[in-house]
């Protein structure tokens, strides 16, 4: 009789708390490093307060992946419940997660423990998450949680309307959009994740066209691709998100729509104004 398996992820995954809840999924916090200050992701700080400071703040933060050390602590608590172990996680072109994962996996030889490079972020990543999740809910053992996780990279995408490329510029997060950033001021760019790094997809010349344009992307890349599951993100932009989520809603009739706030540490990179829709169709 296989172990049952248990899910853990990073913060930037931004699955809804109602289900990390429901399938007893394990978050390690990014760390956000605010001048003097170390700030466990959405623990220490929420995003509401986080862009409150932003408004304001003189000096801005950076941020930095979970230590090996709470990975360690999760794995253990866990282990020693009777589960086997898998963590899926954000890329590692994007940050040291990934690694600092595999260094915690090694304080435990021969534990069932898999960890998972999404080559990705935010719901993107917890969609994975929750296809892994779900399929352990019915049984799955640790082998096939893994490849269900795999697999879903292949169903799975992130659009963002970012405000500005300045955020991104500035924390080196930007990949090939790079050569955007002096028009920026001038254009409201649309990226995605792709091939583990945020690149470019189309510039547009307001960010009201770029939500919509969003949206008629996400609507071509899945139509007729069933069942269809969607996550309007944001950064402090509650109201713009769930628009967008209704019009893609209207158009694909998802099994699943969620709304979820991006977090302080992503939010440090796309600044406030952001708008993402990520999506999983077919499986």
């Not at 999924?25 to 700030?39: D, H, K, N, Y």
């Not at 352990?136 to 659009?159: N, Y």
Request: aromatic share 6%; hydrophobic share 45%; with cysteine.
């Amino acid at each position: 009789m296989p172990h049952p398996v248990a899910l853990v992820t990073d913060s930037t995954a931004y699955i809804p708390q109602e289900l990390t809840a429901q399938y007893d999924i394990r978050v390690a916090p990014q760390i956000l490093v605010w001048g003097e200050e170390t700030l466990r992701d959405g623990v220490d700080i929420t995003p509401e307060a986080f862009y409150r400071r932003l408004e304001t703040a003189k000096v801005l933060p950076t941020s930095t992946q979970p230590s090996v050390l709470s990975f360690e602590e999760i794995f253990r608590e866990r282990l020693e419940a009777g589960y086997d172990v898998l963590a899926v996680v954000i890329s590692s072109d994007l940050s040291g997660t990934y690694r600092a994962a595999l260094q915690a996996k090694e304080a435990f030889p021969g534990a069932n423990i898999e960890v998972v490079d999404s080559r990705t972020t935010a719901m993107e990543l917890g969609f994975q998450v929750l296809a892994a999740a779900r399929a352990a809910a019915e049984g799955a053992s640790l082998a096939e949680c893994k490849a269900i996780a795999e697999k879903a990279q292949d169903h799975t995408g992130v659009v963002l309307a970012v405000a500005t490329l300045e955020f991104l510029h500035r924390g080196g997060r930007i990949g090939g959009a790079s050569r955007w950033f002096g028009t920026a001021f001038r254009i409201k760019p649309l990226l995605e994740v792709r091939n583990g790094r945020v690149e470019p997809l189309e510039k547009v010349r307001t960010h009201r066209k770029a939500l919509k344009r969003m949206v008629d992307i996400v609507v071509e890349r899945t139509q007729g691709q069933e069942p269809i599951r969607l996550a309007a993100l944001h950064t402090n932009a509650e109201d713009l998100a769930r628009e967008v989520l209704a019009q893609a809603s209207a158009q694909l009739n998802p099994v699943e729509a969620l709304v979820s706030d991006v977090s302080p540490v992503v939010g440090t990179h796309v600044g406030p104004g952001t708008v993402a829709l990520a999506y999983m169709a077919g499986m």
